[in-house]
């Protein structure tokens, strides 16, 4: 087991450097597929920091600094996200031609508060940051929301030059880093890190076997064991004074590096951090793609935001199963398949526009779905009853509603915890996501 300084992952880069320059050379295709990165970019992170506030009839963006980070983790080939999944997007512009080079769509916890009951009363404001490689010139930098009737429109833009002496270029915070899976390159392989929340130093060994024990979890889960040699696992030793995470319905509050906490929201099972500067700050520590917060905790609880963070405690006796559904949100942007929960959100799901999430649908544009994978002969919609039991259909409730959304089979791992796991259609969705990363 290798622990990795921040010293010494800049080395590993530097290794990993020298390692694919015969490759680079040898294979044409290779080169000619990163022409446009080595063109717009540099191998390190741009981080932008901003605030979204409002409330549930309107966004504002407010900049809150610029930073650049160590290595850039992602595809040097897929710069452009072709999914168009996510509430907002943000999207980076040659500054000189106004052509797009880089775009990633995400979800905030933000945009689930404004479904609530609270955001019609009052305003709030959420911390946000958005990661992209560094560019080499200047570029133009978009942040767009997308509306209830599925289309997006631009919240905020402004221009970016990679000279700019605000752009800080600070360490990132003390971290120990060790690998606990893969040895690929970064921008090859789909990269985690694991960082550790509500652990102590003196607890960093028992957070190395958790990190390891959710990742053996996650490759025994099809279709990630098919990619399993694809994958880098990273656990970042983020020390906490306190051990847990704080429980506000139980009137307990504990001082941890992430500022974890359930009853997100007023939902008991619901852990998050609102602490994204936090988490950004130390999973920099690692190349990264992803992010999964681990809590020190043997409750039962989760929350999975896409291209955001995915966070479980690793306690408790269904923490694994809780962890792959929870990654199924922040890795793969599927949506919850199941509707009957004490989830806070009013009317999440407009009935008269399509979902973005490849798992359910309103009918609205269900050939853009899964409707080409239902075999003839079963009936549309499908009912739930044992002759249809891991069969592909198309079953009524989803997305927390019983009525009107749609999810693909009777179970999955979006669903429930129950024996099953991921459905046809998410092990679809996260073979075509994991097949992003790597290429």
């Not at 040699?229 to 020390?239: G, L, S, T, Y």
């Not at 009853?263 to 190349?287: C, E, M, W």
């Not at 793609?289 to 896409?306: A, F, M, P, T």
Request: charged content about 25%; some cysteine; glycine content about 8%.
């Amino acid at each position: 087991m290798n622990i990795f300084s921040f010293t010494q992952i800049n080395l590993y880069r530097e290794m990993i450097k020298k390692a694919i320059l015969p490759a680079l050379i040898f294979c044409s295709v290779t080169l000619s597929g990163q022409t446009d990165f080595d063109r717009y970019f540099t191998e390190k992170v741009l981080r932008f920091d901003f605030m979204f506030a409002g409330d549930s009839r309107k966004t504002t963006v407010y900049p809150a600094g610029m930073k650049e980070e160590a290595i850039f983790a992602g595809s040097r080939t897929n710069l452009i996200d072709p999914f168009d999944y996510g509430n907002f997007k943000y999207e980076l512009f040659d500054a000189e031609v106004n052509k797009l080079i880089y775009s990633r769509g995400f979800c905030t916890l933000y945009q689930e508060w404004q479904t609530t009951g609270e955001a019609k009363e009052m305003e709030r404001s959420f911390y946000e940051v958005a990661t992209m490689p560094f560019p080499k010139n200047k570029v133009r930098f978009v942040i767009s929301i997308r509306g209830r009737d599925g289309i997006f429109s631009k919240l905020y833009e402004t221009i970016i030059d990679p000279a700019d002496f605000y752009i800080r270029k600070e360490k990132p915070a003390e971290a120990a880093v060790t690998r606990i899976y893969g040895s690929g390159e970064p921008s090859k392989s789909v990269d985690i890190a694991f960082v550790a929340e509500g652990y102590t130093r003196d607890e960093m060994h028992r957070f190395r076997e958790d990190v390891r024990r959710m990742a053996d979890a996650l490759f025994a889960e099809a279709p990630f064991g098919e990619y399993r040699e694809r994958f880098n696992i990273w656990a970042v030793e983020a020390p906490s004074a306190e051990s847990g995470t704080d429980v506000p319905g139980e009137k307990i509050y504990q001082n941890t590096i992430l500022n974890s906490s359930f009853y997100t929201f007023g939902t008991d099972r619901y852990l998050t951090t609102q602490d994204i500067k936090s988490v950004n700050d130390y999973a920099a520590s690692a190349p990264h793609d992803n992010i999964v917060v681990l809590v020190n905790s043997d409750r039962y609880g989760g929350g999975g935001v896409y291209n955001y963070y995915s966070g479980t405690t690793a306690g408790h006796s269904l923490s694994e199963k809780v962890f792959i559904h929870e990654f199924g949100h922040g890795f793969a942007g599927l949506a919850d398949e199941y509707y009957s929960s004490e989830v806070a959100y009013e009317e999440f799901y407009p009935k008269e526009t399509e979902p973005w999430e490849p798992n359910i649908t309103t009918m609205v544009s269900f050939e853009k779905k899964w409707k080409h994978m239902i075999a003839e002969g079963t009936p549309v919609p499908t009912p739930a009853t044992e002759k249809y039991e891991g069969v592909t259909g198309l079953f009524e409730g989803g997305g927390y509603s019983a009525k009107g959304i749609f999810r693909p089979e009777i179970d999955c791992r979006m669903k429930s915890n129950g024996p099953n796991g991921y459905c046809s259609v998410c092990r679809d969705a996260v073979r075509k996501m994991i097949e992003y990363y790597i290429k």
